[in-house]
Every structure is written in structure tokens, then in C-alpha cells.
């Protein structure tokens, strides 16, 4: 009898501790840009897709306190709803102008890399823009790519080839009428593959600008109880997996490499 009491006890005390873990836990709301932006992120059903959802959701996975439902909002508005409160979080660039409403993770989802591919067999020295003059280039219309690389162009110092699609960019490499192709390597990969062009392409190692941190940007002024506590949390969580190679293990699924930088700490 006195066993059968402790059992009882002890399921007691479980659900207890269950139901306190269950009103403990916050639901967040992630606010998911309407766009597609392929591999990155793209809508099917109304569900945020691609490395950068699969990231998300296994730290939230990761993270038994918090439960993650996803708003889709235009482009414009994920910002604004960001400082105003009727969104948690999301995933953007940093800028000094977001950071008076919001806090940033330093280890990001992503870095944007922009870098040149050539033709396998047609590869060449790539440190700085001078070496890329008189050189016919490759890349979408409306692309910036940095100021210095943009005033070349705009100067005539670099030649570019510009096109309305990033497929159109890969088979003017491979008609020979560029000599390289700039844009960012994740998404020159995933064309590449698109299109059954992997094989015949190199990426170059060195970026062409600075590599740029796409990190969970957190409200301070919707319902979380505590964002710093927060941005802790998911902080050491994305370290971790980048650590362990989770990132790369995500984006190998998509047939894709993970660019991996140096964490910015500013």
C-alpha cells in the first residue's frame, strides 16, 4: 500500500511539474516576410521553406520554453511591426536605425557572401576590383553589389552584362559572353544545380564585399517577458549548432554549402 501511495505521489508531482512547464511556456510570434527569395526562403502553403525555416525551427526545438506560430507579412511591414510590438521576432540585417526597437543575435541564420564564378578551366586571380577591369561581367539587373564595385561599373571600368533572372546570368557564363558572374554564392549555387551547371562552375574564394550577418531580430517592445533573456537563449543555442555542424547538415539536405565567417561582435 505504502509503495502504491509513492507511485501516486510521484505521478502527482510529474503532472504538476508538466502543467507548471506548459504555463511556463511563451508562445512568439515570427514574423515571416511574403516573398520568395529562393534557397533562402520561399512560401509553400502558406509555410515559411527553405535552410534558413529549417534553422529556425530546430532551435525553437531546441528551445522547450518557447513556441513559435509564424505571421506572413509584407516585406514592408515586418519592421514596423517589429518596433510597434504585434510581432515578436524575425530574421533581418542588422542596421543602427532597427537596433533603437529591437536586439540582434550575433551568431547569425546566415551570411550573405557575394562572390564571382567562372567557368571551370577559366579561373583567375581575384583580390581586389582592379583586377576585374576591362573584364565583361555578369549580373542581375537592379543588383548592387558594393560601392566600390557599383562606381566601377557606373565609371566603365568594369563591363557589366546585366539580365533580368539569375538563371540568365549562368547561361551567359556558359555561352561564353561573360567572363564571371557576381551574386550571392548560395543562390549562384542553387541556380547552378537548377540547371545542371554545378559541375562546370568554380566559385572564387575571396568575396567580392564584406560578408553580411542575416540574424534573429527580437522586439523590445512586444509581450516577451524578458528579450535579453531571450536573445541569450537563442544566442547560445546558434552558436552551439554552428559548432556542431547543424548549419551545414541543413543546407547539405538542399544540396547546398553553408559560408561560414568570422562572428561579428559589434
Not at 505521489?9 to 508538466?18: H, I
Request: proline content about 5%.
Amino acid at each position: 500500500m505504502q509503495g502504491y501511495l509513492s507511485f501516486i505521489k510521484l505521478l502527482l508531482l510529474s503532472a504538476m511539474l508538466l502543467a507548471a512547464r506548459v504555463h511556463a511556456e511563451q508562445t512568439l510570434v515570427f514574423g515571416v516576410m511574403d516573398i520568395e527569395f529562393p534557397p533562402y526562403q520561399y512560401i509553400v502553403d502558406g509555410k515559411q521553406s527553405g535552410p534558413d525555416a529549417d534553422i529556425i525551427r530546430e532551435v525553437f526545438d531546441r528551445l522547450p520554453d518557447y513556441k513559435l506560430t509564424y505571421k506572413v507579412r509584407p516585406v514592408k511591414r515586418v519592421a514596423k511591426e517589429i518596433e510597434n510590438g504585434s510581432l515578436d521576432l524575425t530574421a533581418v540585417f542588422k542596421t543602427p536605425q532597427r537596433e533603437k526597437f529591437a536586439l540582434f543575435t550575433k551568431t547569425p541564420i546566415h551570411w550573405s557572401t557575394y562572390k564571382l564564378a567562372t567557368l571551370k578551366g577559366n579561373e583567375f586571380d581575384f583580390h581586389k576590383i582592379e583586377d576585374l577591369y576591362g573584364m565583361r561581367i555578369g549580373m542581375m539587373l537592379g543588383n548592387k553589389v558594393s560601392a566600390e564595385f557599383d562606381k566601377a561599373v557606373e565609371d566603365g571600368r568594369l563591363k557589366a552584362n546585366r539580365v533580368p533572372s539569375f538563371e540568365k546570368t549562368l547561361q551567359l557564363l556558359e555561352k561564353l559572353r561573360v567572363r564571371t558572374v557576381v551574386g550571392n554564392v548560395t543562390i549562384i549555387q542553387y541556380y547552378a544545380n537548377k540547371l545542371g551547371f554545378a559541375d562546370k562552375i568554380t566559385i572564387l574564394p575571396q568575396p567580392i564585399r564584406a560578408p553580411k550577418a542575416f540574424r534573429f531580430m527580437i522586439s523590445k517592445n512586444s509581450g516577451i517577458k524578458d528579450p535579453a533573456a531571450l536573445q541569450q537563449e537563442l544566442e547560445a543555442i546558434l552558436s552551439g549548432m554552428l559548432k556542431q555542424g547543424v548549419f551545414d547538415e541543413i543546407y547539405a539536405k538542399h544540396g547546398l554549402l553553408f559560408e561560414r565567417h568570422p562572428i561579428d561582435l559589434d
